[in-house]
């Protein structure tokens, strides 16, 4: 179903009530529940409540948890709500740099069960994965996040009343159904391509080529965002967005392959979730940072707009304001608006610029990933009963 909500959510909001979008979800989840309790036998160690509450790592979570929401709150806030220079931003981004500091430490020194255990991060072919899953999540996030505002923006300031800030639906003036259904070229292949990937991998055994395959794309494909512009073509705005989505689709997987293939029985569990972290952390710092530049470079534009006379500064919107904008900027005079138009596009080109950057980081991080195989069975003690009954020689 990734990539096929969009359309179903503008369906649903089209040609029925939005809080179907709500109701939707019950029968889905009723569904999947059942399919899980009906099939999904992992064998467990009997342990008491209090053993598995005793094993937690409250100390890791907090001093982490804290960390990360100051160091984003420095991110988010630094040269939009406040200066770069300020206290205000200094004192969170740095007390969260040395929170994670104090976290490493505790998960070294303190913590008896840490919550991300140091030995994890030994192998050269996992740590690839693991900071693979990062960026991984920063760029793509950080691509779809924006290019919301891209079609809703500098496409939609026109004199036809934009419905809502769906992709397409101001672009085109199509309707709500039509606009969500327009999203899919950057959408649907994500899901196709890491089902091609698994299978790839299942009868390969290797992993490493198809890594730096997917980097290559989503670096390629992120890059060429930047070629978008008001009055692009339906080439430009729908065909290249399939080549980041085919990278995106590899590169959901494939950074636990590479974690898999390395990591020792006894730790696969907590490895494999770390991946998944990982990639949330990513798409955390992605939209923060994306935020960061869009805001401090549309204020930079419009200034230098107002220097021009293009935009009368009773008409001023600032980078804050900017995502929230369109329905304000559709009153004014029309070129106000057609400057408005590439403000924004121009604003979001240096985002791709950042997120193709950071992009190319990921390829070079994905050189370090070994020509491992991942035919070495599954010895892990978090696995299915039927594997573990094989293992023990029993009946299945």
């Known amino acids: 179903m990734t990539g096929y909500q969009v359309p179903i959510g503008g369906a649903i909001g089209q040609y029925t009530s939005w809080r179907w979008i709500f109701w939707i979800n019950i029968p889905v989840c009723v569904i999947t529940i059942s399919g899980i309790i009906y099939s999904l036998h992992l064998h467990q160690e009997i342990t008491s409540l209090r053993s598995k509450v005793a094993r937690i790592d409250y100390l890791g979570i907090l001093v982490f948890v804290a960390s990360m929401t100051l160091l984003l709150f420095g991110l988010t806030t630094g040269g939009t709500t406040n200066p770069w220079n300020s206290v205000n931003v200094l004192a969170p981004l ?37 900071l693979g899953a990062f960026i991984h999540g920063l760029v793509l996030w950080a691509s779809a996040y924006y290019m919301i505002i891209f079609v809703s923006s500098s496409l939609a300031l026109t004199k036809v009343p934009m419905l809502t800030m769906l992709q397409f639906l101001g672009a085109l003036q199509h309707s709500l159904f039509k606009a969500s259904v327009e ?40 890059g060429l965002n930047a070629l978008m512009r008001p ?14 989505a085919i990278g995106g689709g590899f590169l959901f997987q494939l950074p636990v392959f590479a974690v898999q293939s390395t990591t020792i029985d006894e730790d696969l569990g907590v490895a494999t979730s770390m991946v998944t972290f990982f990639r949330s952390l990513g798409q955390s710092v992605g939209v923060a940072v994306g935020g960061t530049v869009f805001q401090n470079e549309f204020n930079r534009l419009i200034h230098k707009a107002v220097v021009r006379g293009e935009i009368g500064t009773e008409f001023v919107i600032t980078g804050a304001k900017a995502a929230d904008a369109y329905d304000e900027i559709r009153k004014f005079p029309g070129n106000v608006r057609e400057s408005y138009r590439y403000v924004y596009a121009d604003s ?49």
């Not at 740095?94 to 070294?108: D, K, P, R």
């Not at 009055?231 to 980041?244: D, E, K, Q």
């Not at 979001?348 to 950071?358: D, N, Q, S």
Request: hydrophobic share 45%; proline share 4%.
């Open 183 to 222: 999203t899919l070229p950057g959408s649907a292949p994500i899901a196709l391509s890491g089902v091609i990937s698994n299978l790839i991998v299942a009868k390969t055994m290797r992993f490493q080529k198809q890594t730096w395959l997917a980097w290559i794309l989503l670096t390629t494909g992120t």
């Open 94 to 130: 740095t007390i969260g740099l040395s929170g994670i500091a104090i976290f490493i430490l505790v998960q070294w020194k303190i913590s008896k069960q840490p919550m991300m255990p140091l030995r994890i991060f030994s192998n050269r072919s996992a740590n690839a994965g693991f």
């Open 348 to 396: 979001l080109r240096v985002i791709w610029y950042v997120t193709t950057a950071i992009a190319v980081a990921g390829f070079l991080v994905s050189l370090g990933v070994r020509n491992e195989s991942m035919d070495r069975g599954n010895n892990s003690t978090q696995r299915f009963k039927e594997e573990k009954k094989k293992k023990e020689g029993g009946p299945v």
């Open 231 to 244: 009055y692009s073509n339906g080439g430009i705005l729908y065909a290249l967005r399939i080549i980041p």
